[in-house]
């Protein structure tokens, strides 16, 4: 096999090994449920889910922490400004990238059986798993020990991509992954920029649950009722996505 191939093997495993682990954590989890309760339903699968992101953080966590070779940036550490632009990014993102995607007309199939397992259960429910507890679990999948190895060995914006894509392909369907590859993209910025993995969390879960918190309140379907309310949301989202990504280059440049 030439040095190239082997690269390539190695980058498909540098990927691909953690996401196991995960999903071997998630399949087990479920499996126990369906013991324990006789069967699950659409409204079982995000409690079980959340479930399975706390254990599985605990074992990647383990991992992240120990892989002492992992690069950070000059601007490793937290502080009150940094977060500030993490979490003004992570509104606008979503604010613009869901509404794109809803004016562009991009096919939703696929996505309505999960819109119900994210969004019938309780929405203490919603916030402690697809607000918190699982975006920890994905951004140690994706960025921690997925973009942060990778960037040891290529440079940010192809670690960036391939982490993204890998990101997007992950979610299933079209639209969740057109999404998740655009927010992938920004949450590797946040990494680089701010030294890891408290900044790849935070940039994630805000837009997660700034979602949550729009469809709970009924806000979203107010807004995709008229057009142009939707391309209101997305320019101002957009403002403030681009603003959030004109500061994190800062850091990285």
């Not at 409690?47 to 992992?70: H, Q």
């Not at 408290?198 to 949550?212: G, I, P, Q, R």
Request: with cysteine; aromatic share 12%; charged share 15%.
């Amino acid at each position: 096999m030439s040095d190239r191939g082997k690269k390539v093997l190695h980058m498909i495993w540098l990927l691909v090994s953690p996401l196991l682990v995960y999903a071997a954590v998630c399949e087990l989890t479920m499996f126990a449920g369906e013991m324990v309760w006789g069967g699950t339903s659409d409204s079982d699968v995000l409690l079980l889910s959340t479930l399975a992101a706390l254990m599985a953080s605990a074992v990647l966590g383990i991992w992240y922490l120990r892989d002492g070779k992992r690069e950070r940036s000059a601007a490793d550490g937290f502080s009150f400004r940094s977060a500030g632009i993490v979490v003004i990014g992570a509104v606008g993102a979503c604010l613009f990238a869901n509404h794109l995607l809803i004016l562009a007309g991009v096919p939703s199939a696929g996505f309505e059986a999960v819109q119900a397992q994210l969004y019938r259960p309780p929405l203490a429910v919603q916030i402690a798993g697809t607000g918190l507890l699982i975006p920890l679990a994905e951004e140690l999948v994706f960025r921690g020990l997925g973009y942060g190895r990778l960037r040891r060995e290529w440079s940010f914006a192809q670690a960036a991509w391939i982490s993204s894509v890998f990101f997007g392909l992950y979610h299933g369907n079209l639209i969740q992954g057109m999404y998740a590859l655009m927010l992938g993209f920004l949450i590797a910025m946040a990494y680089e920029a701010y030294g890891g993995l408290w900044a790849a969390w935070l940039f994630h879960a805000v837009a997660n649950l700034t979602s949550v918190l729009l469809t709970a309140s009924s806000a979203a379907a107010w807004l995709q009722i008229h057009r142009g309310r939707m391309g209101i949301v997305m320019a101002a989202g957009g403002l403030l996505a681009a603003g959030s990504v004109y500061k994190m280059r800062e850091e990285i440049s």
